[in-house]
């Protein structure tokens, strides 16, 4: 698809900064209203169908799926024991990977650390520096959030509400369900709403065991809800329905794109409609400011690879760069109207920084199926999600909020199992013998918003294009600690109730980080002294400034984010349009 070259001379209507998630949806919503976007990602558009190679077989690659000798991935205790950014200890890696580019199916999606250098206390900051940002291999999962997120502070006291209710964004949830696709099974949970789902997936004989055995604890075990289309869109002349290939399982996105990811479910779309310039390998550096009217000009944007500078104009901004590149990028906007960097009269830019915490869980046997001939399990883009319990009707003496499991079960192409101590053909048996009997599951439990949790521009350290990095002070405390252990121990009871064995439980807390759902750095609320944007996604400072990303949650949930990223953003860009018509932007 050709791109049309970026007019410098013209003022469009709206510039985009970053291409994922929510990049992608303004994109997409702001050129079916008919708006002139122009569309800025730092990273460039990629072969990503030859570098996912979905069907490639372990023994057809050179490295077995892994990286080549040259590169490394950072490791759980590396991100403990070295200080980032990461120089001393690999000298002998010439690329430098987050502990998710592992494979070699993703080494040229994530960024390399040494280029992206950033300061301060222990996170696996994962990002993706190309077209569709981390939307090419996100783990699908695809959740909505309910008024126990929304209105959260009104069950326990703890931070700030949302400024809107379920009610406000059920329209746009299901706006999203429909254009992008989803598949699971209605559950009539208050706190876990359903989506309007495509085919499901169907559970395995392991995992009906669990759904069966925990029902009696009143706990609710549902098919993977994911974010790919099980029955195709015929909207969508880029994306196929899923096959049930089962290289979800890999590290790596789907190269037929039943999964969602921003370009062929979004973007691509949004230039058919000859509304949208693309413009890859443009860093921004600084959103302008008109000093006259104390509005959003554009941006200063990098060729990521001529390093020249240029400037482009835009009727209104809207940053999209992830949660903490677009905290940056406001922090990087100084001016003399904004001292504190953009949109942060409040100070609370780069604050309230949340996630999920990740790390205990549980790996099991299915005694009965020990030994049973294999079956093909692994035609599937999820397992199973069992459902958040803590918190709703009762409190936890030690705890707030809660958290669920993301889990599976069966035979897939790579053997649960594989850890097994022994060689040989013993070993092999062994292996062939248990790996569709494992079953296993992690949790993913809320962190708290705590102004305390923050970034900040580093003073002295920059990246590669001379862009200040930013330092990071964020550590989880004590309510996330209880929490993890609580996860521990109901792993177990729920495992014992469905008569597993219990073959290993792990109660070590993952580096903060791990969960790759950094929010709320730039939060919305009504009071423009403790939030930084409205219930629109709109600076309440800068009134032609909008943030759509993950930066403007309030509270992070336990439940995966993106669903509700891309429906805020959805809700934001249809005002948006609105008041742009009616010229009050
Ligand atoms: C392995 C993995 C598994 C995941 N699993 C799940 C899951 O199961 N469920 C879920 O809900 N979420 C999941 N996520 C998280 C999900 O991918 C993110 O929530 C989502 O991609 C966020 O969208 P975004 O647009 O905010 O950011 P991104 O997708 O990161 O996109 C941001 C874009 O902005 C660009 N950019 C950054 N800075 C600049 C700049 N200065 N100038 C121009 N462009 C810039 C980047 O290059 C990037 O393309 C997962 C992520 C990963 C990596
Ligand atoms: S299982 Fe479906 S979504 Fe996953 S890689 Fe295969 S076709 Fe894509």
Redesign the pocket.
Known sequence: MAEPEVNLKRTYDAVI????????MAAHVLTSHGLQVLL????KKLPIEQELRSMEWPYDNAHRGFLPPDSHSLTFNEYTIRNPPYGAGFEKAKHLHSY?GSSDYVKNIVVDERENPFTGTNYAW??????????N???????RLSDYDFKAKDRDGFGENWPISYGDIAPYYDKVDLYLGITGVKENLPYLPDSIFQRPTKLNCAELTLKQGIQKMGRVLTQYRAGVTSEGLKHNKYRSRCYGRGACERKGGCDIHAAFD?PTGLIYPAMDTGNLTLRTN????EITIDQQTGKASGAH?IDSQTMKDYHVRGKVVIV????L?SAR?LLLSKSRLHPNGLANSSGHVGHNFCEHIMGPGIAGRAKDLVGKAPTLDDGRPGGFYLTRFRNLTEKHPKFIRGYGFEGGSGSTMFPRGTDTHGFGADFKEEVRKNQGAFIGMGGFGEVLARYENFVELDPAVKDKWDIPSLRFHYKFRDNEHRMAEDMKETAQEMFEAAGFEIVHVNSRVLTEGWS??ELGTARMGNDPKTSVLNQFEQSHDVKNLFVV??SAFVNASCQ????T?MALCWRSCDYLADELRKGNL
Request: proline share 2%; net charge positive; hydrophobic share 45%.
């Open positions: 900064i970053g291409s994922g998630a929510a990049g992608g800025l990602e730092a990273g998710v994962v990002r993706a520096r190309c077209l569709g940002g981390k939307t291999i996100w783990g699908r999962l695809a959740l921003s443009a860093t921004v550096r944007f999209a760069a992830s949660t590149e990028l790759i759902h990303d993950g995966n984010p993106t669903w990223i």
